[in-house]
Nanobody, 114 residues
C-alpha cells in the first residue's frame, strides 16, 4: 500500500514563500497524475494543482500565477512551490494521486499571517 508523506509547511507572513514536498513510498507514483489539495478549517478539501506523468499542469483559479507544481519521479516526490502567499491560503495541504487516490497522508500545515 502506498504511503504519502507531506512536508515543508510552516508559518509565514503574507507575501512569503514555501515549498512543499510529498514523497510516496512506492514507485507506482511515477505512473500517476499527482495532485495537491488543501483543507481549511470548516471547509471541504479542495484541489489546488495537478501534474500529469508528462508534466502537464493545472491549477485552481485561486492559485494561478502564484503556485507551481512539479515532480521528480526519480525520488517519487511531488513539489508545490508557493509564492505570494495570502492569509486565505492557510490550510492543511495534502498530496495524492488524482484519479485513484491512495490512503491520505497526515498533510502539512500552512499558516499565512496578515
Amino acid at each position: 500500500q502506498v504511503q504519502l508523506v507531506e512536508s515543508g509547511g510552516g508559518l509565514v507572513q503574507a507575501g512569503g514563500t514555501l515549498r512543499l514536498a510529498c514523497t510516496a513510498s512506492n514507485e507506482i507514483f511515477t505512473i500517476n497524475t499527482m495532485a495537491w489539495y488543501r483543507q481549511a478549517p470548516g471547509n471541504q478539501r479542495e484541489l489546488v494543482a495537478s501534474i500529469s506523468t508528462g508534466g502537464f499542469t493545472n491549477y485552481a483559479d485561486s492559485v494561478k500565477g502564484r503556485f507551481t507544481i512539479s515532480r521528480d519521479d526519480a525520488k517519487n516526490t511531488a513539489f508545490l512551490q508557493m509564492n505570494s502567499l495570502k492569509p486565505e491560503d492557510t490550510a492543511v495541504y495534502y498530496c495524492n494521486a488524482l484519479h485513484r487516490p491512495w490512503p491520505w497522508g497526515q498533510g502539512t500545515q500552512v499558516t499565512v499571517s496578515s
